[in-house]
């Protein structure tokens, strides 16, 4: 037995002394336990006994590490979390802006234009849709009723598309009038019972620029007001009303502003000095009847198709003054005296 125990613990020794000079070549290694934080001291402690001495400045580096060069691991860039900005040294691309939305009418547009395409559709939905495209209140006549058909090739410009809507309403005799913010769309021919800020403006460039229902006061200087209105009623839409007011020789019209301004065009083009361009000539007669020569004048320029009855335009009147024995003549055409003066020889 006491063999036995002297050898039990020869076993022990040997196996203490063997650990011992088998951890004599480490030193410990500081783990931190949780919540626990490493001193100065263990920090700056080098966890390997083999240390390998940095190059100088300007010194190839030596030993079995300079064969091999320390190669960096590419950083992976961090995930962008919902909601959070990476941070980069990098300038930043302005963001896009959105979209501009649709304009009202009488706004400069912005943004992309739209498509229409309308088959056989109700006109009370080509209202809805329009509407909320050009973002306005409307109100409907429940007289108003229609089919619409329309297809547009590309985008339209937003400031087209008022237009575009009132030009719908009118193939269906019907017109948009604005009250404050809302719309008034009703029979085309109520729409001059709605109260319509006239204007006397006689330059087109300033009406309305869009389709919007006018009420025009013309005041004429040197027509009468009866021709003018027979000139431009074929050039307005139906159920237009043209008013005559002959005392002062003004005329009213109610229409579209684009009708409006194509009938200034024309007024404009009537409206103006007989005298400006008239010329007028006084032919003694010396050796004939004044009022004979003058019907006979009249037959000679009749023959060549040039009016008689008028001097305007294309024209030219013979007029006998016995008194003197004088024929005046009166013609706007260019060089017309001279062909007088050769038949009166």
Known sequence: MNKMRWLRLGLIILCLMVASVGCAGKKPQWKAEPGERPSQKEILQPQSETVTPSPKPGEAASGPLAEAPKTE????????????????????????????????????????????????????????????????????????????????????????????FQSILKLNGATAVKKGNVYEIGPFGDAKKSYVPPS???EPEKLFPEEKYTTQIISLKYIPVAEVSKIIKSFLSDGADVIEHPPHNILIINDLASNIRKSLDIIALFDIDIFAEMKVRIYPILNADVTEVAKEMERIFSSFEVSTKSGRGVGITFTPITRINSLLAVSSIPNIFERVEGWLK
Do not use: C, W
Not at 126 to 152: L, Q, W
């Open 73 to 164: 691991k590419p950083t992976t860039p961090p995930v962008q979390k919902p909601g959070a900005q990476v941070p980069t040294s990098a300038p930043q691309a302005p963001s896009p802006s959105p979209p501009a939305s649709p304009v009202r009418p009488g706004e400069p547009p912005r943004g992309p234009g739209v498509v229409f395409n309308f088959d056989n559709a109700d006109l009370y939905e080509v209202i809805r849709v329009m509407a909320e495209i050009m973002k306005i209140s409307y109100i409907v006549d429940p007289r108003v009723k229609g089919v619409v058909n329309i297809h547009t090739v590309g985008q339209i410009p937003f400031e087209e598309v008022f237009p575009i």
């Open 200 to 202: 006397t403006s006689l």
